[in-house]
């Protein structure tokens, strides 16, 4: 399994951006994506997550509300749409896969990060 992240970028704050998360090799039995960011210095942390079969994203606190997952089981793409962004935003976003749908970093897969800067 191969995730490939993409869409990060330079934004001002209050503003959107939507980031991707392409898979390859997916599999029945890693049904479960989800999307991590890491500011500089600071501890991988759950942003949402997702099923590749179905039911409702799960999101943590800070971002609900304002960043939405999707998935397109048809592109094998998961995505992430960040609306009224903050300087506090600003990470390296990844995404991951694996069986099983944690809210921590226990995922076998990850993609390589993509870095979201949002400027004050």
């Known amino acids: 399994v191969q995730l490939q992240a993409s869409g990060g970028g330079l934004v001002q704050a209050g503003g959107s951006l939507k980031l991707s998360c392409t898979v390859s090799g997916r599999t029945f039995s890693n049904d479960a994506m989800a999307w991590f960011h890491q500011a500089p210095g600071k501890e991988r942390k759950f942003v949402g997550n997702?099923?590749?079969?179905?039911?409702?994203?799960n999101y943590e606190d800070s971002v609900k509300g304002r960043f939405t997952i999707s998935r397109d089981n048809a592109r094998n793409t998961m995505y992430l749409q960040m609306n009224s962004l903050k300087p506090e935003d600003t990470a390296v976003y990844y995404c991951?896969?694996?069986?099983?749908?944690?809210?921590?970093?226990?995922?076998?897969?990850w993609g390589q990060g993509t870095l979201v800067t949002v400027s004050s």
């Open positions: 991951a896969a694996g069986p099983v749908l944690f809210t921590t970093a226990g995922y076998p897969y």
């Open positions: 997702i099923r590749w079969s179905g039911g409702v994203p």
